[in-house]
């Protein structure tokens, strides 16, 4: 499905990370992958990548630097010459931003928030479209969303980040689709990542997820999201963009929970879990 296809993966920190998996299926597909990473964690993305089917490299990549996508361009324009595929894997928001203060959440951590969330993906894809643009037979642009249709509980501003990141997937869509760039959403529910595991409320979360969504959902098994993901990379989805596909066993779809799920409630200092690893 993905044979002989060059793509870039960010948010890798560890093997339990929804982009670590979609690496590691990319590759068994056929893709030729290459990571980033940033600062101190880029020794735990090298780690990982080490951990792969196939090692790869891991390049340098602060999302919020005008420079180091450039940087990132010129490197990928040397060694590939066009990039077939993208996975978006990156969110960040202050402590302050998270953990049920909203009202007293300054802009500077909103709005840096919704920076590295939501508009890296612009900054991003906008970087590398001349890459993207050479791929033969199109391009796809897949970032990870929790689903912001909802106010979750301290969630906060990253929620509010996620439904700003669909908002930028639509407009990138309209902007870059007639360039044969396709961008799209995989909305995923809780997984267990590194940046999951710290979180108070975690497994309420994750037990009521089970017991309301229709389909099973594993919380330790991020290959889901990740089949999702390369589906959307691939050319089988040549006619999807602009969509958010909801990889959660259903729960989306669901407007109450079960009685015994509505048992178990979020703690109200719990923050729900990002998407991104």
């Known amino acids: 499905m993905l044979d002989g296809r060059r793509i870039l993966i960010t948010g890798v920190l560890d093997r339990h990370s929804i982009a ?11 893709a030729e992958v290459l990571l980033t990473g940033f600062g101190r964690t880029k020794r735990m993305t090298e780690r990982a990548a080490r951990q792969l089917p196939q090692e790869v490299e891991v390049l340098e990549l602060d999302v ?5 996508i ?16 993208l996975l978006h894997a990156i969110a960040y928001a202050p402590p302050d931003a998270l953990g049920g203060g909203f009202l007293d959440t300054p802009l500077e951590s909103a709005a840096l928030a919704y920076q590295t969330s939501a508009f890296s993906l612009k900054a991003l894809v906008a970087g590398l479209l001349g890459l993207l643009e050479a791929a033969p037979d199109g391009a796809g642009v897949v970032g990870l969303d929790f689903d912001a249709a909802v106010a979750w509980p301290s969630y906060d501003w990253m929620g509010v980040a996620k439904a700003a990141l669909e908002a930028v997937a639509r407009y990138l869509a309209r902007e870059v689709g007639p360039r044969e760039v396709r961008v799209n959403l995989v909305s995923a529910g809780p997984i267990e990542t590194l940046a999951a595991g710290g979180i108070p409320g975690f497994s309420q979360l994750a037990e009521v997820w089970s017991q309301t969504a229709p389909l099973a959902w594993d919380v ?22 602009a969509e958010i596909l909801h990889v ?9 929970p ?16 990002a998407a991104a690893p």
Do not use: K
């Open 70 to 85: 450039e940087r990132l361009h010129a490197e990928l324009d040397a060694r590939w010459g066009a990039l077939d595929g």
């Open 248 to 256: 959660d066993g259903g729960y989306h779809a669901i407007g109450c």
């Open 20 to 30: 670590f998996a979609t690496a590691a299926r990319a590759q068994e597909l056929g």
């Open 64 to 68: 919020n630097s005008a420079e180091d």
């Open 220 to 241: 330790e098994d991020p290959g889901p999201v990740a089949d999702a993901a390369c589906f959307l990379l691939s050319p089988l989805a040549r006619g999807i963009t």
């Open 258 to 273: 079960s009685p015994a799920a509505a048992a178990s409630p979020l703690p109200s200092s719990a923050p729900s879990p």
